[in-house]
């Protein structure tokens, strides 16, 4: 294996094993150093995302969904199943197949892209030089045109609630539980909060989440988080804002956790907790001092738009640097910066990022909510349609939810649209394109939309903008 590299990715997340494959695709030497062992105690490509993060997430979420449906719809819309038991196990061994198997499509995609794998750890040092210390201890020194800091993010702990075995875990440790926790303690309604709650919830447990703000998902439109902590609430998860936790005791096989809320001191016992409180930028550990690489006290590595560090030719990508800790937006900074390298152009349109809660209904949203706009002073106009009047939505039986946009009243322009319902992580995706095209409400209203489908809400949200929804009762305009 050469010591050389055009360039060299440290970290094979959805960021930079991307930024790798695009950079080989672009004819550049590459190299990309990963220190991942997983599950099976094998080395593995994916990072977070693939292996503990968005892929196993949704497989559970999946599975718990169809068994949630089983229990409460299936008789509703006429199938009778007799008797209805879970299989956590196979849950989780399903799981585990879909993770094995992408992690290992990465592997595939590497070889036959030509990606030189460095197994290890890998520490910038000056110069841009790369050293990678293997699992045996032995190191190696590798030098590189380019250098992508891809190392993502870790779990943050709480030094009050400190993991404990597999009764105090964070949110990889609550994707391997083999058997149903009755009581369920969720330390923040953050979105992995919300989902990883959402699974346990469905097959059966007693769910608390316990959230410090007194504000329930202050980052989506007010109306939609609204009517999301209603159909939460509905499902049975007790979510509690306004409460800080302050600390956690194992006594046993339970946890004890002590919380202070408006009425001051509170305490509740659970037999698992879940500590969701948000994740860190994982950067100290891989920049040697003498890199001297910019970063802030949390471990943010300081890059411009381009996502050049302030050292020539190092790079940094994805869940380390500033913005949103999602996969795609990690993604589609390793393909920027892999043309830049290259000699071409990129650019990443933070602008319109989507964002997903894959719990059920989805809550989905791109651009600004109505309460920014707000504060911006932004003359807009907002339409919505609710899927309570969808002809799909009740064929499907699945009508809580609604379709918001917000539009710029001098342009028209789509500013803004937020969807929770049935299929919302789908139905987003003509809003991002819209808006990827500068796209305006006429725009979405003259477009057709198949009937029936959930998607002519979204076509309905846009003609209620100026009062020409066919299937609402618009409100009048004077
Ligand atoms: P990571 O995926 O964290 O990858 C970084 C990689 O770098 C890791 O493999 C790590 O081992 C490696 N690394 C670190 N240091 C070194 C070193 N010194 N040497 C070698 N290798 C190193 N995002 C979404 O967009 N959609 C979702 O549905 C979603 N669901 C999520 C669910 C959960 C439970 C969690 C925890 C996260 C979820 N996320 C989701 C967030 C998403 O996983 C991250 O935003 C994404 O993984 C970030 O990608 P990344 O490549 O920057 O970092
Ligand atoms: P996110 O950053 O979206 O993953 O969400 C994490 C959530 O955890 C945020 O909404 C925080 O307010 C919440 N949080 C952080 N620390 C605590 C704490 N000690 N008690 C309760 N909630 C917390």
């Not at 360039?7 to 997340?13: F, M, N, Q, S």
């Not at 038991?85 to 592997?107: C, N």
């Not at 989902?195 to 109306?223: I, K």
Request: overall charge negative.
């Amino acid at each position: 294996m050469s010591s050389n590299y055009d360039v060299i990715v440290i970290g094979a997340g959805p960021a930079g094993y991307v930024a790798a494959i695009r950079a080989a695709q672009l004819g550049l030497k590459t190299a990309c150093v990963e220190k991942w062992i997983n599950k099976q105690g094998k080395p593995a490509l994916g990072g977070t995302c693939l292996n503990v993060g968005c892929i196993p997430s949704k497989a559970l979420l999946e599975s718990t969904e169809l068994y949630d449906q089983a229990r409460h719809k299936f008789a509703d819309i006429g199938i009778q199943t007799g008797a209805l038991s879970m299989d956590v196990p196979t849950m989780i061994a399903r799981k585990d197949k879909i993770v094995q198997e992408l992690t290992g499509g990465i592997q595939q995609l590497f070889k036959a892209n030509g990606i030189d794998w460095l197994q290890g750890s890998g520490k910038l040092m000056a110069d841009k030089r790369v050293q990678v210390t293997a699992s045996d201890s032995s190191a190696q020194e590798y030098t590189a045109g380019n250098v992508i800091i891809a190392t993502g993010s870790v779990p943050i702990e709480l030094d009050a609630t400190p993991l404990h075995t597999d009764i105090v875990v964070d949110s990889a440790g609550a994707l391997d539980w083999e058997s149903v926790p009755e009581r369920l303690c969720v330390i923040g309604a953050g979105v992995i909060g919300l989902e990883l709650g959402s699974v346990w919830r469905r097959l059966g447990s007693e769910v608390v989440v316990l959230e410090a703000f007194d504000t329930f998902l202050p980052m989506v439109d007010t109306a939609v988080a609204r009517e999301a902590m209603k159909i939460f609430k509905s499902q049975g998860l007790d979510i509690r804002l306004g409460s800080r936790v302050m600390g956690s005791k194992v006594n046993g096989q339970e946890v004890e956790i002590s919380y202070k809320d408006a009425n001051g001191d509170a305490t509740l016992k659970a037999d698992k907790l879940i500590v969701a409180v948000g994740r860190r930028a994982y950067s100290n550990e891989v920049v040697s001092a003498e890199a001297n690489i910019g970063m802030d006290e949390r471990g943010l590595v300081h890059v411009n738009e381009h996502c050049e560090t302030n050292i020539p030719g190092v790079y940094a990508i994805g869940d380390v640097v500033r913005g949103p800790m999602l996969a795609h937006k990690g993604s589609e900074e390793g393909v920027m910066v892999a043309e830049l390298i290259s000699g071409g152009y990129g650019h990443v349109n933070y602008d319109v990022m989507p964002n997903v809660i894959y719990t059920h209904p989805e809550v989905a949203w791109v651009g600004k909510t109505e309460q920014q706009l707000k504060s911006e002073g932004v003359d807009y106009q907002a339409g919505s349609f609710p899927f309570a009047a969808s002809g799909r939505a009740k064929a499907k039986g699945d009508t809580g939810g609604m379709v918001k946009i917000l539009r710029d009243k001098a342009s028209d322009r789509l500013l803004g649209a937020h969807v929770i319902g049935p299929g919302a992580s789908e139905l987003l995706g003509q809003s991002v394109l819209a808006m990827e095209f500068d796209g305006t409400i006429e725009d979405i209203a003259r477009t057709i939309h198949a009937h029936p489908t959930l998607s002519e809400a979204m076509h309905e949200a846009a003609l209620s903008a100026d009062g020409r929804a066919i299937h609402i009762a618009n409100r009048r305009r004077s």
